[in-house]
Structures are given as structure tokens and as C-alpha cells.
């Protein structure tokens, strides 16, 4: 991927499980939008701690300014609903 292009995906995740928001060594992103079906919860991640950022027991779509992220910080997103859920996410490309 290069600079500008668009980043995102969808998933299915099983419950319990996480869908990680991060890019390779070297390269940053923006992430302006993430979506699901389920109730879900974000974290803020290093790799060795995890902070809860936000709970949404309802479904639709978290939405905010930007969130910058590389290899060292990055998002987690877990479904914490008893079955399935997707999740996906939209941003851009910086490095």
C-alpha cells in the first residue's frame, strides 16, 4: 500500500475473539470509521497492554475525527456477543 490509498476490511469474528487494526513495521495509518453488527469493545494496544477505549452493547458504527496508528499503537476491536459478528473499518494510508 502506498501513501493515500485506502485501507479497510471486513471479518467475521467469533465471540471472545479480536479483529487487530495494524499496520506493518514502518508504515502508519488513519482510521476514521469502524462498523459492526454485535456488541463489541475497543482497545488502545502496545502489544503487551491493552486499554479499554469504549463498550458499545448496541450495533452500528463507532465514528470519530481520526485515530492514528502504527506498529508500536494500534486498535483492537473484540466481539463480545455470543455469536458471529463482523466488524470492518475504513481509513487511509500515511506511510
Known sequence: MSKGDVV???ESV???????LRPTSGRE?????IFFN?????YWSDGELD?????????GRWSWEVV???HSFFL?????????SLIGYSGVVLK
Do not use: M, Q
Not at 14 to 20: E, H, I, N, V
Not at 38 to 42: A, G, H, K, Q
Not at 51 to 59: A, E, I, K
Open 8 to 10: 479497510s476490511g471486513l
Open 38 to 42: 454485535s456488541s463489541s469493545e475497543l
Open 76 to 84: 483492537k476491536i473484540k466481539n463480545v456477543s455470543d455469536s458471529s
Open 29 to 33: 495509518w488513519v482510521i476514521n470509521n
Open 14 to 20: 467469533d465471540p471472545g475473539a479480536f479483529l487487530t
Open 68 to 70: 492514528h496508528l502504527r
Open 51 to 59: 486499554l479499554l477505549c469504549d463498550c458499545y452493547l448496541g450495533f
